[in-house]
């Protein structure tokens, strides 16, 4: 009996273990291949199941990049928590409830993300981003809580708006200034940022003898 014990023992301290023992890479294989996340790809994955990090992450053609990740696991739902390790500067949560087992359907929590981009015509612009949570279900995004903050550091304005999502995953905001006036709008996909910008609050009266908006693109 005692033989019978300890293999019973150690079978169970094996699958208690094997989470944390088991590479990363082999686990989101699967994962991917079981849920047919075609739209999912990465370059290399190190760690384990609760915590590690993930290189060259993109989602739906955008890049998301490389970032550290820590895994909470409890009978309601899978909580990944996130913070970038590259020159892109975010944080968030994944999170799956189990309640839905299509793995398919998820939400993001918490996404802050602050990067400064130069540009010929403008100059430096900041964007911010604040998402308090996004809906995706069966890999598109259904609804979307959030604001984005576009700022001008050489005129210090400052322009913001709320957040939209369209067609599958393509993202959204018209932006307002302090009179909530509609000053232009940005779209985010395939790893661009696309905007446009009235002249009228460039400052720039040569520019505006020409056009009526400044348009941009941002490779992310």
């Known amino acids: 009996m005692n033989r019978f014990l300890v293999i019973f023992i150690f079978i169970l301290v094996l699958l ?10 082999l686990v989101v294989e699967r994962v991917i291949k079981n849920a047919n996340l075609t739209n999912i790809s990465y370059s290399y994955i190190e760690g ?10 993109t989602y739906n ?4 990049g490389d970032f550290n990740y820590d895994s909470h696991l409890s009978l309601q739902n899978l909580d990944i928590r996130f913070v970038s390790v590259d020159q892109n500067n975010y944080s968030g949560r994944f999170i799956k409830e189990f309640s839905n087992y299509n793995f398919s359907d998820f939400s993001l929590n918490d996404i802050k993300s ?24 069966n890999n598109s995004c259904t609804s979307i809580e959030g604001s984005l903050i576009l700022k001008i550091k050489r005129l210090r304005n400052q322009f913001s708006g709320d957040l939209f999502c369209r067609d599958g995953n393509k993202y959204g905001v018209n932006l307002l200034d302090n009179s909530n006036r509609r000053i232009g ?7 661009k940022i696309k905007g446009s ?6 400052s720039d009266r ?4 020409f056009t009526d908006e400044l348009s941009f693109t941002i490779d992310l």
Do not use: C, W
Request: net charge negative; aromatic share 10%.
């Open 197 to 202: 910008l009235s002249t009228e609050v460039l």
């Open 61 to 64: 053609d955008n890049l998301v």
């Open 114 to 137: 602050s990067n400064e981009f130069n540009m010929d015509n403008l100059g430096a612009l900041l964007i911010d981003l604040d998402v308090k949570k996004a809906t995706f279900k």
């Open 185 to 191: 709008s940005i779209q985010l996909y395939e790893s």
């Open 206 to 209: 040569r520019l505006a003898l």
């Open 48 to 57: 384990n199941f609760f915590n590690g990090r993930i290189y060259d992450l």
């Open 16 to 25: 208690v273990s094997l989470p944390f023992i088991m590479p990363a890479s």
